[in-house]
């Protein structure tokens, strides 16, 4: 069974800095892409950031300049790194691995991390 645990979660001050790290572990040949998405109270989950397997990234327009996606592939791991935050960043954030062979003959399929609460204060 594939796994993905989130770790780094925690209240910070506006303008503060966090370090989100999500480590992938089980049965695992590759994964494609990993990534991070976040939800607040009352939304709808969204994209904050995503990195394949060959290091392509994609931000969210509100997070661009601010958030840093890493990975390291040796490891199953992905990263964030989380500059300048603001309020309207407090959520809970969630890991995200796409395309998971667990054998080079297996159906891909997608898994979700259990999550890391993010609180942004004034």
């Known amino acids: 069974q594939v796994r993905l645990v989130e770790s780094g979660g925690d209240l910070v001050q506006a303008g503060g800095s966090l370090r989100l790290s999500c480590a992938a572990s089980?049965?695992?040949?590759?994964?494609?892409?990993m990534g991070w998405y976040r939800q607040a109270p009352g939304k709808q989950r969204e994209l904050v950031a995503t990195i394949t397997s060959s290091s392509v990234t994609n931000y969210a327009d509100s997070v661009k300049g601010r958030f840093i996606i890493s990975r390291d592939g040796g490891k199953n791991s992905v990263y964030l790194e989380m500059n300048n935050l603001q309020p309207e960043d407090t959520a809970v954030y969630y890991c995200h691995a796409r395309e998971v062979f667990t054998t080079v003959l297996s159906a891909p399929l997608n898994y979700w991390g259990q999550g890391t609460q993010v609180t942004v204060s004034l």
């Open positions: 089980g049965p695992i040949f590759q994964i494609n892409a």
